[in-house]
């Protein structure tokens, strides 16, 4: 039989003591975490007498929890080798937070020492550690045979001399979550980041504030058309623009599995939201698209914004400081009534709609995005000599270029140009600043001109994948492989 104990109280009050002792005994869970706190903080304490610091209170009063918080705490690397050897093996560690922490080479290895042994860890922050170069190679190797599934590395001064890193890291099977807000990732040596997708694993990537445009927008947009995980994806204040608006809308064609993306302030104007709308109606999984701060006009929200919420799969559309007209209100309220969907916007003006046609002939117009007037002016040159190019232009035979003919010679080619883009040129060629461009002047340009083009030898060589999306060489009729405009077609 089971044996029972029984005891004899003199009062109730006895009795309510003995239950009250009874309930704060801790249990034997309890007495076994605190004797290996114990034992942490006492190894914590050795290791900094070991390297002769101070004890770190704010990660002492931690030891023991399976999260440490130690952001801009600006831990030195000998604070940071104390608390590592602490946790490294018989912590079990879900979360570390060591933003703000100064890296240097020394450090990184100590931290790449305490990845390649724990392995708990879930969630490492280490933004605003000045993780880049050769210390971002030492983490990068480390965290490849780590568990981590959550990395934050933002604010790092991450540049695209280490876009190979950031390519192994989008590439790594384990990790689902990568945070790269706030670096330099930018236009020149994406292709490893593209080619990363095809085998990610990620589902929550953020590559916000990172400057990337251009032939970077087009390439990062094209890896996404062979990634097949992704869920989220943030690529606000960059400046994606027109090119890489139509690099999206291709991905958005294929992809049918992102359901999240934030192009915030990327510098989309109504013809590059049109080229974006043709990827989105073929899109079935977007459910959530963020367009804030984007410089669309009230004026057109009726028509751009009526076509998304009417022709995609879309139910929350943010507008965050933009304002719309009255007509896309009405439209919406329309749209709410058959099926469920959200627009978040900055408020509603009585600006009249532009009709279709209107709005056709002005997105249309055969403006000059992205193409360097410099370049384009040598590129109708193609391989005359300097000085029979300068007499094709000199149509008057006064030995002197003028504004004028300057003018008339992208006219005659078929690609309208602004003032601003003649003011270059003829800033770039005038040396003398008497506003006018005599033939020593011209020579001298094209020599210097030939000096810029061969620098720029090696991002000549992406030309060929990236001027299908732009706008300036579908206006100005230029071949994509030889990059030639036909002058003569054009008279």
Not at 343 to 363: A, C, G, I, R
Request: charged share 25%; with cysteine; aromatic share 6%.
């Amino acid at each position: 039989m089971e044996k029972k104990e029984c005891r004899m109280f003199r009062s109730d009050t006895a009795y309510l003591l003995y239950l009250r002792q009874q309930k704060s005994l801790p249990s034997k869970e309890e007495i076994k975490r605190q004797t290996e706190k114990k034992k942490e903080i006492l190894l914590y304490k050795g290791a900094c007498q070991k390297c002769g610091i101070s004890c770190v209170s704010r990660f002492k009063h931690q030891i023991g929890s399976t999260d440490i918080d130690l952001s801009n705490s600006c831990l030195n690397k000998l604070e940071l080798l104390a608390i590592l050897y602490t946790i490294k093996t018989g912590h079990t560690i879900r979360d570390l937070n060591l933003s703000g922490t100064n890296m240097d080479i020394l450090s990184s290895r100590y931290l790449s020492n305490f990845l390649k042994h724990n392995k708990t860890l879930n969630n490492l922050n280490i933004s605003k550690c000045l993780v880049h170069g050769e210390i971002m190679k030492t983490i990068v190797a480390a965290l490849l045979t780590s568990q981590v599934r959550t990395l934050d590395v933002g604010k790092n001064n991450i540049q695209d001399r280490d876009n190979k890193m950031v390519a192994l890291l989008i590439n790594h099977k384990t990790l689902k979550e990568l945070y790269l807000s706030h670096n330099k990732l930018e236009t020149r040596n994406t292709r490893p980041i593209e080619f990363s997708f095809a085998s990610s694993s990620l589902e929550i990537l953020d590559l916000s504030w990172n400057c990337i445009r251009f032939t970077g927008a087009v390439d990062i947009s094209r890896g996404l058309m062979r990634n097949k995980s992704l869920l989220r994806l943030n690529l606000s204040w960059n400046g994606f623009g027109f090119e890489g608006c139509v690099a999206l809308a291709e991905m958005l064609k294929s992809n049918n599995i992102l359901t999240e993306l934030d192009l915030t302030n990327n510098r989309i104007h109504p013809p590059a939201l049109i080229a974006l709308i043709r990827g989105l109606a073929q899109n079935k999984t977007l459910k959530l698209l963020n367009l804030s701060l984007n410089p669309i006009p009230a004026s057109y929200s009726c028509i751009l914004f009526g076509n998304i919420l009417q022709n995609t799969s879309l139910n929350h559309l943010i507008l965050m400081k933009m304002v719309v007209n009255e007509e896309f209100v009405e439209l919406l309220r329309n749209v709410q009534q058959t099926r469920d969907v959200q627009v978040e916007f900055e408020k509603s003006l009585p600006v009249p709609s532009l009709d279709h046609q209107t709005m056709t002939n002005q997105v249309r117009a055969p403006w000059l995005f992205n193409l360097d007037p410099l370049a384009l002016l040598f590129m109708l040159k193609e391989k005359n000599r300097a000085q029979d190019f300068f007499n094709k232009i000199n149509r008057d035979g006064d030995n002197v270029l003028s504004y004028d003919e300057f003018k008339e010679l992208f006219k005659r080619a078929g690609v309208p140009v602004s003032q601003l883009v003649l003011d270059k040129i003829i800033e770039f060629l005038d040396k003398n600043k008497d506003g006018s461009i005599d033939l020593s002047e011209f020579l001298d340009g094209d020599k210097r001109m030939k000096k810029i083009t061969r620098g720029h030898a090696k991002e000549n060589l992406r030309r060929e994948s990236y001027t299908k999306y732009s706008r300036s060489f579908r206006k100005a009729k230029i071949d994509a492989k030889t990059f030639r405009l036909d002058i003569e077609s054009n008279q």
